[in-house]
């Protein structure tokens, strides 16, 4: 468990489901100059996975007068052959010119704590690339624990990346 001189505080944010009235806003976040360096793929459409199948869902990073600034999502992954070795696996998108500002931080902690709040899981992940700097600070500052490196795990750009994994508990 976090002390309290451990927990940082960061900016508000809210999470809202998606509506139609998002449907530009959600286009615009896969589009390359939204997604960077770091979350552009060149996959066929037909090789991307589908979170829902996944038992996944996504929402709305907003800030608090309701601006959208980008959106999380989450899937379920097994760590062992019952349900309560199922954990969550996050991720998140922010429109460039509202990065660096702790928003991230802040979403991704309070998906974190929704989804533990909701379900028997014990344990939600996050992993990027090892050079993805800013985005490791983040997760640090949303209260995530760096666990080391899985090597070669991600495709993107025509070759393997090593990511950092990240991993918040039900007791942090």
Do not use: C
Request: glycine share 8%; aromatic share 6%; charged share 25%.
């Amino acid at each position: 468990m976090r002390s309290p001189e451990e927990i940082v505080e960061l900016p508000q944010v809210r999470l809202r489901s998606v509506s139609k009235r998002d449907q530009a806003f959600m286009l615009k976040l896969q589009t390359p100059e939204v997604e960077g360096e770091w979350d552009t793929y060149d996959d066929a459409p037909d090789e991307k996975l589908n979170g829902a199948y996944y038992n996944g869902g996504r929402e709305i990073v907003e800030l608090p007068d309701g601006t959208p600034v980008g959106s999380v999502s989450w899937i379920q992954t097994p760590h062992g052959p019952n349900t309560r070795s199922l954990a969550w696996v996050i991720g998140i998108v922010l429109l460039p010119h509202y990065r660096g500002r702790g928003l991230a931080a802040a979403a991704q902690r309070l998906l974190a704590e929704k989804l533990l709040e909701g379900s028997k899981a014990n344990r939600v992940e996050a992993s990027t690339d090892v050079n993805n700097l800013r985005e490791q600070r983040s997760l640090s500052l949303a209260g995530f624990t760096d666990e080391g490196i899985r090597r070669g795990a991600l495709w993107r750009a025509g070759t393997w990346h090593d990511q950092v994994i990240f991993s918040r508990l039900r007791n942090d």
